[in-house]
């Protein structure tokens, strides 16, 4: 009985609360303001954090700014983590970083994690695709 009691007070609570916390959302997708705001986290991009380095990496690719593309180059050919360097190539993805489908390819081929090579092989097709640069199958 107790525990039934228990778990209608938390339904109510948490159907309660869900427009106050739909309306609040999660503080980690804010996005900066401007690409000025989003310029002065480069330095952060080499963050002894893991999670740093990674959010750091996302929020520039939804706010590229100048310098951007290179640092977020840099970071998914020479992290550690094979986690940040495919976040640092999506980042250079949905910004569109056309010039830097080479070097996806060329560290696709040589990054010693197979999923991180999957991953970037398939985000320099995506990026092929959109700048209309794809080969055709009969090219390969």
Known sequence: MKRHL?????????IA?????????NPLDQKPVDKEAAAKLLPYITHQKIQVRAAIAELLGENCCKGAADALVNLMKTDEV????MVAAQALAKAKVYSAIAEMRDQA???DNQTVRHVLTALAAELEIQNGTEKSLAAK
Do not use: Q, S
């Open 6 to 14: 228990f778990l209608w007070i938390l339904a109510a609570a948490l």
């Open 17 to 25: 609360a869900a427009p106050v916390l739909a309306a609040e959302g």
């Open 82 to 85: 094979p986690g940040v360097r």
């Open 109 to 111: 081929r040589k990054d």
